[in-house]
Structure formats: structure tokens, C-alpha cells
């Protein structure tokens, strides 16, 4: 199985600052067919299901506002938002879809500062 | 709009069999070239793939899982199920229905819990 890990666990950070999240896979997940990284970035606030953020490591999904980035590529992907609302306060998760079984990290939970 | 929407008991006993249901609304669930999908998270933890199947009827399960899962697709009701045989208390959980759009999960139903107690 892939094993993703994601560094921190968890990060307060001022309304309208920065917000890292970074994420390893256990092995490349980049397909030299299409040369996309299959990694996923999810947001999950309590109570709900994950939304889907960002695909392809950093292709944003429709009506996601654009403050959410992704990057990073093989093994190393980071999930950036550039300025912190009060409503992004979540749990984020990376997810491979290179092989199954699927995996996802375990969580970077994001609060306010 | 397409929405998912799981079913199911909220409490079985250990060693019983636990079958939910994931009714999809708003489109056949045939139509596209989708992977339907079950995920599940216990309470304050993170999220485990269990598996999927196609919209043609193949399964893909989880080796940790295979021994106890299968997944079907009803196409005249609309809707996937799975069904985890021999549950125990690790099994407890938010059990999570999902569509998978060939890279990604886009679509989720709201989840239901499963409590395996006696």
C-alpha cells in the first residue's frame, strides 16, 4: 500500500495569513502516461463528509475559491492557503489515487490563531 | 444535482453482517464512466477506503477487508451496497458513500454511523 503522511498534524494560523499543509506519498504517484500526480486534497469540516478541493496535486475543483493551492509533485505535494478565512477552520486530508487501495493521510487540522 | 445518500441499521451485534445501502438521486447511476465507492471513518479518526465497484459491475475491495467485503449495484433502484460480514468493534464507524470520478472522490453522501456493540 501507498502510505501518505502529512506534516503537521495540526497548525493555528492568523485570519488573512498563510496556511501550509504538506503531504509525502510513500512512492512516486506521478503517471508518466498523462504526467499527472495523482494526490487529492479534501476538506472536512465536523459533522460533514470531505469536499474535494484540489486534484491532479493542484488542478483546483469547480467553485473552489482561489486563495486554495496546490503544488508539489513525485512525492512531496503542499497544500497552501494564502489567506485564511474563518471558514476554511477544517481538517484537511491528501488522498492517492495512483493504486489501490486508495490511501489517505491522516489530517492536518487548521484552526485560528 | 446528484446526491448520494446512505441507509443502513445504526447498531448490529459483533460477529453479525452489516449491509448499507447508498441511494443515488439525480442521475442514473450507469450514466457515466464513475466508480462507486465506500469509505469509512471511526469517530476522530481518518478516512479508510474500503472499496469500489463499477458502473459495469467489477469490484475493487481493500486486501485489508477483501476477506470480509463484497459491494452490488442495483441499477433498477438506483443504488450500490455493501455488505462487511464477521463485524467487530473496529469496525465501528461513519460509513461514507462516494462517487469516483476516474481521479478523484467528487461526490459524497453525508455518511451514516455504524456502532457495533452487543
Known amino acids: 500500500d501507498i502510505v501518505m503522511t502529512q506534516s503537521p498534524d495540526s497548525l493555528a494560523v492568523s485570519l488573512g495569513e498563510r496556511a501550509t499543509i504538506n503531504c509525502k506519498s510513500s512512492q512516486s504517484v506521478l503517471f508518466n502516461s498523462d504526467k499527472k500526480n495523482y494526490v487529492t486534497w479534501y476538506q472536512q469540516k465536523p459533522g460533514q463528509p470531505p469536499k474535494l478541493l484540489i486534484y491532479w496535486a493542484s488542478t483546483r475543483e469547480s467553485g473552489v475559491p482561489d486563495r486554495f493551492i496546490g503544488s508539489g509533485s513525485g512525492t512531496d505535494f503542499t497544500l497552501t492557503i494564502s489567506s485564511l478565512q474563518a471558514e476554511d477552520v477544517a481538517v484537511y486530508y491528501c488522498?492517492?489515487?495512483?493504486?489501490?487501495?486508495?490511501?489517505f493521510g491522516p489530517g492536518t487540522k487548521v484552526d485560528i490563531k | 444535482q446528484v446526491q448520494l445518500q446512505e441507509s443502513g441499521p445504526g447498531l448490529v451485534k459483533p460477529s453479525q453482517t452489516l449491509s448499507l445501502t447508498c441511494t443515488v438521486s439525480g442521475d442514473s447511476i450507469t450514466s457515466g464512466s464513475y466508480y462507486w465507492t465506500w469509505i469509512r471513518q471511526p469517530a476522530g479518526r481518518g478516512l479508510e477506503w474500503i472499496g469500489r465497484?463499477?458502473?459495469?459491475?467489477?469490484?475493487d475491495y481493500s486486501p485489508s477487508l477483501k476477506s470480509r467485503v463484497s459491494m452490488s449495484l442495483d441499477t433498477s433502484k438506483n443504488l450500490f451496497s455493501l455488505r462487511l460480514t464477521s463485524l467487530t468493534a473496529a469496525d465501528t464507524a461513519v460509513y461514507f458513500c462516494?462517487?469516483?470520478?476516474?481521479?478523484?472522490?467528487?461526490?459524497w453522501g453525508h455518511g451514516t454511523m455504524v456502532t457495533v456493540s452487543s
Open positions: 488522498q492517492q489515487s495512483y493504486a489501490t487501495p486508495f490511501t
Open positions: 465497484i463499477y458502473t459495469l459491475g467489477t469490484t
Open positions: 462516494a462517487r469516483f470520478r476516474s481521479f478523484a472522490f467528487d461526490l
